[in-house]
């Protein structure tokens, strides 16, 4: 089985000026290239582009 055909769903968790956000994000890119894209995109504070401290990925599930 090609590793591009196992898609991974990412739970995944933020706070944003006080409020918390829970979401998901279903990737077939390889794990470390999905957690690497999601603490790019989600994770990283806009203004010091460093990675939140808040931010957390709840929980990692192949999906079919």
Not at 2 to 11: A, G, I, M, S, V
């Amino acid at each position: 089985m090609n590793t591009l055909d196992t898609k991974r769903k990412y739970t995944y968790q933020r706070t944003v000026e006080g409020a918390t956000y829970t979401n998901y994000y279903i990737s077939s890119l390889p794990q470390d290239m999905a957690i690497a894209h999601l603490q790019r995109t989600w994770g990283t504070c806009a203004w010091t582009k460093q990675l939140r401290p808040d931010f957390k990925i709840l929980s990692i599930e192949v999906v079919k």
